[in-house]
């Protein structure tokens, strides 16, 4: 996974289950009314665990 590559959610998929603020390593996402948000850009470091990790696919690393 590109180090460049940071994670977009798409807010209408996103059934706001909190796995990938959970998972993420680094607690670069948070919850935004209910919706997945990357709000600490700078502590991403691209892995792509939030993508994998989320079960309706609602993260894309772009
Ligand atoms: S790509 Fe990795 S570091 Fe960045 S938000 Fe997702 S899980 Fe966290
Ligand atoms: S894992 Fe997917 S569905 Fe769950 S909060 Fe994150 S983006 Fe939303």
Do not use: H, Y
Not at 1 to 16: A, K
């Amino acid at each position: 996974m590109s180090d460049e590559l940071r994670p977009v959610v798409d807010g209408d998929m996103c059934t706001g289950c909190t796995i990938c603020v959970s998972e993420c390593p680094n607690d670069a996402l948070s919850m935004v009314d209910d919706v997945a948000e990357l709000t600490d850009e700078k502590a991403c470091d691209g892995c792509g665990i939030c993508e994998d990790t989320c079960p309706v696919a609602a993260i894309v690393m772009e």
